[in-house]
């Protein structure tokens, strides 16, 4: 795996082929497509996990490391901030000039593009498990914007004005798929319904018997339906039960 000049900075697995990926960059360069698809066969991960184990005591073991190319290239203007799978064969991109855009996988272009008010999507997720087809977006603003993909033009259809800073993740719930929770540099978790925009379910706060005002929270994620762990500039993992 080596089609960049600029490194990868985002990726996504595809819930329903997990031997399928997508990988971009912030930055593009004149010699980069944009987005790379990717395709890799789990049983060599096995193998190559199997030699591993039976060098451990080495400080650095070698396994067997095999090249691949991608499937296939699309062509993205600037950078890639974000990567979320909506369907099977829809990818949703944030892009660093502040657009939007969803390809379809299976012909290999740009099925639509919404601009996001100047303001680049540095997290997505999609509401996967029925193929609704929405998305939440959040943004270096502090906002999380809601668009729906069936509708013939994507528009944006709500706005939850979440943080006061940088929004660094935004995951829904995989079992209740009108639940949804962010997290920010400004050290909060919130949880939100998205039948309901004006104020969250929950406001969180991390115990982690460190500075809390200093905290700032860059990752989140579901465990299961009733928990959800976090994790940020205190080198801290928080546990939170619902």
Request: proline share 3%.
């Amino acid at each position: 795996m080596e089609e960049t000049n600029c490194g990868y900075t985002c990726m996504a697995q595809n819930p329903l082929n997990l031997e399928q990926f997508v990988t971009s960059s912030q930055i593009i360069d004149e010699a980069d497509q944009g987005i790379y698809l990717w395709e890799v066969n789990p049983d060599s991960w096995a193998a190559d996990a199997d030699v591993a184990k039976q060098t451990a005591p080495m400080k650095r073991a070698r396994t067997n490391v095999s090249r691949i190319s991608p499937l296939a290239s699309l062509r993205c203007p600037n950078g890639v901030q974000s990567l979320s799978w909506a369907s099977q064969s829809v990818l949703v991109a944030g892009c660093t000039d502040h657009q939007i855009r969803v390809f379809d996988m299976e012909r290999q272009k740009v099925q639509a593009s919404v601009f996001t008010n100047h303001k680049v999507a540095t997290t997505l997720d999609c509401n996967f498990a029925n193929e609704s087809q929405l998305v939440l977006s959040g943004h270096e603003d502090g906002l999380v914007r809601l668009f729906d993909l069936r509708q013939a033009q994507v528009k944006q259809t709500k706005v939850f004005e979440c943080h006061d800073r940088y929004i660094s993740q935004v995951k829904i719930n995989p079992q209740a798929e009108n639940v949804f929770v962010t997290c920010a540099l400004d050290g909060l978790l919130k949880l939100w319904d998205l039948r309901n925009e004006q104020a969250p379910l929950y406001v969180l706060k991390r115990q982690t018997g460190a500075n809390d005002e200093d905290a700032k929270l860059f990752g989140l994620g579901w465990n299961g339906a009733s928990q959800i762990l976090s994790g940020g500039s205190d080198s801290h993992v928080s546990v939170h039960s619902m």
